[in-house]
């Protein structure tokens, strides 16, 4: 049972419970003690891939974290709140809406390295204390600028709904319709009871994709992404739909995660412990080298190409190196 669980968290659940529903999960099965830890924070508003790390899987956990994600998430334009999503309290509104137009000309503008300031409400430290904690406290969080990179940005070609959301929900608890993000890659939705002329030409709310580098904010992103196009906004629906290697083909619900463990059936959804490694190279060891490497000595006359590689013995982990002009040298081992 060393390897990777993926969830497809649902709405309302935190990163942490989530681990707390494997760790209760593997105890159902009857399985050994083991460590567990989650490969990325997903924000309790947010589904989507959250990778749970088993084992010896867990010494990878903290490269997860670096890794890329990609985001579904809707931007409701016209109101601006103080988390910067459906939890919120309203702080600015605008009876401006943008065209479809000057959405396309914006996004290129958000996209490739750019600086964007963290929401208040983040697990972000300020002098020692969450970001979060300060701004529920009523104090004035001013958190610095941070360089991220969105590798991709553009509109998402079909509904929260059709792709799998929480029950369909738009973040609000009401129901995300088919009609959410039309066909067309922009939409407009009028508001009931008739908007003025100048509401009705343009998008009450639009659903985009965003491929993202790590420490990037789709509350901060969605917040700027309003602002640039004369407006403000709010995310209203956030799903991650990968992180790392992990999509959503791989995940599972938590129904089916208590299913699997009641059945003693949980290795049918563990991946092993090189799924997280599939952007590396594999380096196949003899017996003489794992060893070595397993006693933590470097190796000497290894022919690979600069840069991390996943040491095996056969079929079985061994670490992961770092190898440098033909030297080989551990940075996790993996007690396999």
């Not at 998402?156 to 929480?166: E, F, L, N, T, Y």
Request: hydrophobic share 40%; with cysteine; proline share 6%.
């Amino acid at each position: 049972m060393h390897g990777w669980l993926i969830l497809d968290k649902p709405l309302g659940l935190g990163s942490t419970q989530g681990v707390a529903a494997v760790k209760g999960a593997l105890r159902t099965a009857g399985a050994a003690k083991l460590k567990v830890g989650h490969g990325g924070t997903l924000d309790p508003l947010a589904t989507g891939v959250l990778p749970i790390a088993i084992g010896e899987a867990t010494k990878l956990a903290g490269r997860m974290l670096d890794g890329d994600k990609v985001y579904d998430f809707m931007i409701r334009f016209g109101e601006q709140t103080d988390t910067l999503d459906a939890e919120g309290k309203v702080i600015a509104t605008s009876a401006a809406r943008p065209t479809s137009e000057a959405l396309e000309a914006v996004l290129p503008r958000f996209t490739g390295p750019i600086a964007q300031v963290p929401p208040a409400y983040s697990a972000l430290k300020v002098d020692g204390a969450r970001a979060y904690d300060l701004a529920r406290a009523g104090e004035e969080v001013v958190l610095a600028t941070r360089d991220v990179t969105v590798h991709g940005l553009g509109v998402c070609q079909s509904s929260p709904a059709r792709r799998g959301g929480p029950s369909g929900s738009d973040g609000r608890g009401g129901a995300a319709t088919s009609d959410s993000v039309a066909a067309s890659p922009l939409h407009h939705r009028p508001a009931a009871g008739g908007p003025p002329p100048r509401a009705r030409e343009g998008l009450e709310e639009i659903t985009l994709t965003a491929h993202v580098s790590k420490g990037t904010y789709i509350r901060s992103l969605a917040r700027d992404i309003a602002l640039a196009l004369g407006t403000v906004g709010h995310v209203t629906y956030l799903r991650r739909t990968r992180a790392g290697p992990f999509t959503l083909a791989e995940a599972i619900s938590l129904d089916k995660l208590d299913e699997l463990a009641k059945a003693r059936g949980l290795e049918h959804s563990l991946l092993p412990l090189g799924a997280g490694l599939d952007d590396i190279p594999a380096l196949s060891l003899t017996p003489d080298q794992a060893g070595a490497l397993r006693q933590g000595r470097v190796l000497a006359g290894i022919a690979a190409d600069d840069g991390q590689a996943f040491a095996l013995l056969g079929e079985t982990p061994v670490a992961l190196v770092e190898v440098e002009s033909g030297l080989a040298r551990v940075v996790r081992g993996f007690n396999l």
